[in-house]
């Protein structure tokens, strides 16, 4: 859901239609990223405010601000005790105009506390500013923050490909593979771990079957993830899965967003 005068596609309508379709599952918490559009937030915070009644505010939030937000909102079935966020210091290009970052929730599930962290990384900058993302996150979100006991769930659109494409297009840059952020260093960073997708669909950006996505439909790419640092707690991810959420919005349209949707299955609680 871009800022407002940019890419008209229906936002408001799907913001409702999304916020529908997430009532009928049986999330604990949903982290969204994008919604910079003021509109399709305050439409999916009312409609999900009977079943998720604690919501976060969108990430760096400023009144009156030339940049727009963060666009991270985290929502909850469970109690939200306590917020921390942080704004990335390296950005490029058009990601200048926002304020990217990361949003740490701890969260209150049966009686025990949980960290689940909704960020959306520089969309494929050179690898010294993603690398600096990764090593901010750390710094000054699951370091600073990190108790022991509490697990931490650190999740949304990275921007960092697990694999390259089998074929990519000879007209990209030279240097693209150098300006590709290494997935095991992002791992490394994060001191986190990461697991196998469950099911056929491997792919969260999947150009050709998604009819939000007009252009480079050859790319198939894995960009969203749900990492996991367990704290010496005894939560575990049990399960990781792309979710396809559809619903017909408008002639030739069906889905939702241009990236398909991520679940995990947490045991231990």
Known sequence: ML???INHNGKAKRAKIIAEQLKYNPYDVVVFQELFYRRSRRIIAKELQSEFPAQTNVLNKKSIALK???GVMIFSRHPIKEVREIRFKNRSGPDRLSRKGAMLAEIEVKGKPIHV???HLQAFGMQETMYSQY???YDELLKAYSKNGIPQLICGDFNTIKTLPKNIPG???KNFEQRIAKYETMLQTLKASDGELDG???FTMDRPNN???KKRKEYRLQLDYFLFRPM???LTIAKRKVQIIRYPWRNGNKDLSDHFALEAVATGF
Do not use: M, V
Request: a neutral charge.
């Open 232 to 234: 010496t707690s005894n």
């Open 68 to 70: 727009t937000n963060g």
């Open 171 to 173: 007209n990209l840059p």
């Open 3 to 5: 800022p407002r005068g």
């Open 135 to 137: 090593q901010q996150l």
């Open 211 to 213: 009819d939000l996505c």
């Open 117 to 119: 962290i909704g960020t």
């Open 200 to 202: 056929q669909q491997q």
